[in-house]
């Protein structure tokens, strides 16, 4: 009997494991349990089923047998899609509309880099027609960059490959403890790893603890001291890490339109915006910090570089954020979980009626007539 009082939200252990490859990904067959929680208090569970191939989705091969139309869609936890109902997700919805194989790539805390890897592994291997990049403008330019992955707090696992731009000596120091912090993690056997609060903590939270505060000053300044900078992205770059994030997430978006394209497959991009550029109840940050509150934010701004880029490079794109917005000014209404931001059941349909045309684009096929609440 326990002496403590016993919280309906204590995690379960987790789907995915430390890759030297991929930073991390799913564990092939897992099974677990998604928990969604308001504070203390649980808000939704989700029965959480990881398919033979490592994707939150339902049973897929390699090889294409039906002759449908494959689109690879890639993202971070927007795409895995934990927090719903696997039919209730945007992809299954339009694979059920489209008649398309609308194949599941995400991995929750994947960015480009991520992807990249991901896809040049075993994306291609499913020989798509189409690939599809979900890009989360919260935290995917942050992300990318060595100097603001090493700095900012995200409960991720340490990604070997980092090279911050400028090199230094010390900066060179702080990429080989990401390595080394990966090599451990990645070589820990899996039953250890999964069923080890005590092994994942050392491997992940006090291996970041650790750079952070070694890497604090080689990295350059932060925008203000003390405090996260995933609002970064909503104005010009101003530091060092902003530049080379920007950088560095440009570099990366062409290198994956390379290997695409090398595939044979066509690339298109989506952008999803994070629920606080349209809906102010989830300003956390900006509640926890004055300085957040009084600064003046652009939340355009990386929409315009985005979209620069993609028209130069001649990639078929699309934004998320009007269509929130307007579902906003309609239901008031953010279509999020307000505990983690994620897209709950609504947003996920609000996703699949976006995206549906881009996606039938993409394929070279008509999209289907709009849905209503007649229909």
Known sequence: MSL??????????????????????LIPNGRGEKQICAEDRLVARRPIVINSLGQRDRERSYRNTDGASRVLVLGDSFVEALQVELADTFLARIENDLGVEMLNAGVSGYSTDNEVRAFKSTGRRYAPDVVILVFFIGNDVLENGARLFLLNPHGLPPKPWLRARPPSAALRACAGMEYAANFVASTTPQLLWQRSRVVRSLEISAAQELTRRWCAHPSGPPLHDGVPEMLGVYREPSTPAWTEAWVTSEHLLRKLKDNVTRAGARLGVVLAPYAAEYDPRMRVLETQYEILRNAKWDYDYPYRRLSALFEREGVPWMSLAPTFKAYYRSTHDSGCYASDAHWNEAGHEVVANALEPFVASLIGRRPPPRRTDAN
Do not use: D
């Not at 939200?9 to 890759?19: A, E, Q």
């Open 4 to 25: 403590l009082p016993v919280s309906p939200c204590t995690g379960t252990p987790p789907l995915w494991r430390p890759s030297r490859i991929v930073g991390w990904g």
